[in-house]
Nanobody
Framework: QVQLVESGGGLVQAGGSLRLSCAASGQIFRINTMGWYRQAPGKQRELVAIIASGTNTNYADSVKGRFTISRDNAKNTVYLQMNNLKPEDTAVYFC???????????????WGQGTQVTVSS
């Protein structure tokens, strides 16, 4: 069993900032990739940012220069610092981890339940 605890969502005015956190715990041998995705009403879930086990990162073009993803491997936690937020950033943000299961040593994929981010104009 794996648990992901997300926090940091909320309501903010355009131009404001929010910081999302996602802490993973449970039966994890090693976490490979951690990331954030989002889904706006009526739209498909899309990648926001991912970070590999080192420091390699990848961002959606729409958030480059405004969002920063980071991770604390000691705490199995990933963060998403969101600056200069825009109304089009409004969505439910989901944490995702790809991890190695103990004893079996195969990679599994797990999603958080999501946290709402609303940006008012």
């Amino acid at each position: 069993q794996v648990q992901l605890v997300e926090s940091g969502g909320g309501l903010v005015q355009a131009g404001g900032s929010l910081r999302l956190s996602c802490a993973a715990s449970g039966q994890i041998f090693r976490i490979n990739t951690m990331g954030w995705y989002r889904q706006a009403p009526g739209k498909q879930r899309e990648l926001v940012a991912i970070i590999a086990s080192g420091t390699n990162t990848n961002y959606a073009d729409s958030v480059k220069g405004r969002f920063t993803i980071s991770r604390d491997n000691a705490k199995n936690t990933v963060y998403l610092q969101m600056n200069n937020l825009k109304p089009e950033d409004t969505a439910v943000y989901f944490c995702n981890v790809k991890y190695i299961r103990p004893f079996i040593y195969t990679e599994s994929n797990y999603w958080g339940q999501g946290t709402q981010v609303t940006v008012s104009s």
